[in-house]
Every structure is written in C-alpha cells, then in structure tokens.
C-alpha cells in the first residue's frame, strides 16, 4: 500500500520512498530502562511545566540517538502550538545548514485552540515521530524523509519500545518532507 502522494513523486524519490517503506521497526537497544524516563514526561507535561518537559525530552532524544550510534540532536519545547497551513503545527525538525550542525527537532506542548497542554501519548509520539525523521537520514541514510507506511511503522516501534504495547492511534501527514519537516 502506497499513499496517493507516491504517485506525484518523481523516479528517484519513488525509490527513496520505496526504500523507507521496507523498514518497519527500529530496534532500540537496551529499552527498558527509558521506560522509567519516559513516565517522568508525564505529570511533569501535566503540569505545564516547560523548561523540565523539554529536559526530559532532551535526555529521551539523546538516549535514543546515543544507543542507536546516530548524530545527536537538540530538542525544543515551545509553549503554544501555532497555526500552520492544514491546521495545529505539532512538531518540526530542521536538517543542520552544515555538517557540523546539529539537528533540531521543535515540539509545542499547548494547543492553538484552547492552549491546554496535549496529551502526554501525543506529546510522545510526536517527539518520537521528528526523532524518526532524523533516524531516516542518520540510521537508515535515506536521502530524504518521507511519510510512508513504514516511517509510520518505525514510529510505532519505537513508542512500544519506551511506552509499552498499547500505542495510540498514528496520526498520518501524507507529504513528504524536505530539509524542514513540519509536522500537523
Ligand atoms: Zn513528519
């Protein structure tokens, strides 16, 4: 199964989405123990506070790129999420300018609409769906960074890898991503 944008892609990119939609997990080695760093997010999300949401993020992104051996990244955590084009801005990831830049990855922990705070899956999920983009190109070496099956799959792998089984629904962005990738 292909997603309808496929078919707007040109020959080299349908090979790049080929090539990410054979991938349907990341295997994250020595798990278990994020498990304990990923429930701290939680009540601390809860509690609106930023500054210590976005360390913990901070510290689930650089675990994550520390087992897998893969460039570290940055991780913000902005307050409220702002309007993009096709609704809610979610979470963005920005490929450095050069090579030795750092990668950035921005989550918003507030809504547009309400400004509550999002739930804590979503908020994981988020983060973990602009860590996969990264991994797309630092892991799996892809020359761009698309929204196929499988990214959607890898993302799934690893929110049960550090959250447990019951994985919430995957939000789906049908476009692919360039150098910037903004997610809603
Ligand atoms: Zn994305």
Same mark, same amino acid.
């Not at 901070?58 to 993009?84: D, H, M, S």
């Not at 830049?101 to 918003?108: E, F, H, P, R, Y």
């Not at 890898?154 to 019951?166: D, I, N, V």
């Given at each position: 199964m292909v997603f309808a944008y496929y078919h707007r892609l040109n020959k080299h990119q349908q090979r790049i989405y080929q090539q990410s939609d054979a991938v349907a997990s990341i295997s994250l080695p020595d798990? %278990?123990?994020l498990h304990n760093l990923t429930q701290q997010l939680s009540p601390v999300l809860a509690q609106g506070k930023r500054p210590a949401v976005e360390q913990l993020a901070q510290q689930l992104a650089t675990e994550i790129t520390t087992r897998l051996g893969v460039a570290p990244l940055r991780v913000k955590v902005l307050t409220v999420r702002p309007n993009w084009?096709? %609704?809610?801005?979610h979470g963005e990831y920005s490929r450095p300018a050069t090579r030795r830049g750092t990668s950035v990855i921005s989550v918003w922990? @507030?809504?547009?609409? @309400?400004?509550q705070v999002v739930a804590f899956r979503t908020f994981l999920r988020t983060l973990l769906h602009e860590i996969c983009h990264h991994l797309d190109y630092e892991?799996?070496?892809?020359a761009d960074s698309l929204h196929t099956e499988g990214f959607y799959k890898r993302e799934s792998s690893l929110l049960r890898q550090l959250a447990g089984a019951h994985a919430a629904p995957t939000r789906r962005t049908a476009t692919g991503p360039k150098i910037k990738a903004r997610d809603n």
């Amino acid at each position: 199964m292909v997603f309808a944008y496929y078919h707007r892609l040109n020959k080299h990119q349908q090979r790049i989405y080929q090539q990410s939609d054979a991938v349907a997990s990341i295997s994250l080695p020595d798990a %278990g123990p994020l498990h304990n760093l990923t429930q701290q997010l939680s009540p601390v999300l809860a509690q609106g506070k930023r500054p210590a949401v976005e360390q913990l993020a901070q510290q689930l992104a650089t675990e994550i790129t520390t087992r897998l051996g893969v460039a570290p990244l940055r991780v913000k955590v902005l307050t409220v999420r702002p309007n993009w084009e096709t %609704g809610e801005l979610h979470g963005e990831y920005s490929r450095p300018a050069t090579r030795r830049g750092t990668s950035v990855i921005s989550v918003w922990m @507030r809504t547009a609409a @309400r400004g509550q705070v999002v739930a804590f899956r979503t908020f994981l999920r988020t983060l973990l769906h602009e860590i996969c983009h990264h991994l797309d190109y630092e892991l799996l070496k892809l020359a761009d960074s698309l929204h196929t099956e499988g990214f959607y799959k890898r993302e799934s792998s690893l929110l049960r890898q550090l959250a447990g089984a019951h994985a919430a629904p995957t939000r789906r962005t049908a476009t692919g991503p360039k150098i910037k990738a903004r997610d809603n």
